[in-house]
């Protein structure tokens, strides 16, 4: 087994290699803007630092978000390319679910990621491995209740203390994490989510509602 994992839900562009027993090369780089120019650049770096090439990856783990819309789909469509070109499966799994694993935490906690739009993504877990409820979208002041008293990590829970004042690293997903977790769940023969992205919400840019369309006479 040699797992190719990205992901591009969150502000890092992050990319790992791992052969099914361990993360054996990774790469993590945090820029909002530049999802698009960092991302295959990284892949190749991975798989340099490795000593490897694109054809020796067996399967390929993608972030499936939730995450803005923009960032979100660079590494979905990269993701379904790599597979459809290598002839691999491509597995999806939960942003959410990687930054939990890499916290390796045995308690009930929260995970929140920026949303923008002063809002936050998020779920609560029982522990590192099992998450208790659906990916959601909601304003922090909304959820404080739901939340009040648990740890909490992601650059959502940094972003505003006084609903995650137990807030603390990782800030955002790895893909050596991600890659880890579909690593372990595939070896236990559980199936993992269709790579299908999770926006929660319409992308920022719409069309205007008075829009008229022109056409040609």
Same mark, same amino acid.
Not at 11 to 40: C, F, K
Not at 43 to 72: F, N, R, S, W
Not at 73 to 86: E, H, I, Q
Not at 141 to 165: K, R
């Given at each position: ?126 522990? !590192?491995?099992?998450? %208790?409820?659906?990916? &959601?979208?909601? @304003?922090? $002041?909304?959820?404080? +209740?739901?939340?009040?008293?648990? =740890? ?21 997903? !790895?893909?050596?994490? %991600?890659?880890?977790? &579909?690593?372990? @769940?595939? $070896?236990?023969?559980? +199936?993992?989510?269709?790579?299908? =992205? ?20």
């Amino acid at each position: 087994m040699l797992l190719l994992a990205l992901d591009t839900a969150t502000p890092a562009v992050t990319v790992a290699l791992h052969d099914g027993e361990a993360v054996i090369a990774s790469s993590s780089q945090v820029d909002a803007r530049r999802h698009g120019e960092l991302l295959l650049p990284a892949v190749d770096h991975v798989l340099a630092g490795a000593g490897l090439t694109l054809d020796a990856v067996t399967g390929i783990v993608v972030g499936i978000g939730p995450g803005p819309y923009t960032g979100l789909r660079v590494g979905l469509m990269t993701a379904d390319t790599f597979g459809f070109a290598l002839g691999v499966p491509v597995h999806g799994v939960c942003t959410l679910d990687g930054l939990a694993y890499a916290t390796d935490l045995d308690g009930p906690f929260v995970v929140a990621t920026d949303a923008r739009r002063k809002e936050v993504y998020w779920a609560r877990y029982a522990d !590192s491995r099992t998450r %208790l409820t659906d990916p &959601a979208v909601d @304003r922090p $002041a909304d959820i404080a +209740e739901q939340v009040a008293g648990l =740890p909490a990590v992601g650059a959502g829970a940094l972003l505003y203390p006084d609903t995650f004042p137990s807030a603390h690293e990782p800030e955002h997903v !790895s893909a050596a994490a %991600l890659a880890s977790l &579909a690593a372990e @769940r595939l $070896a236990a023969g559980v +199936e993992l989510p269709e790579p299908r =992205p999770l926006y929660l919400r319409r992308p920022d840019a719409q069309v205007p509602k008075n829009y008229k369309v022109v056409t040609p006479k």
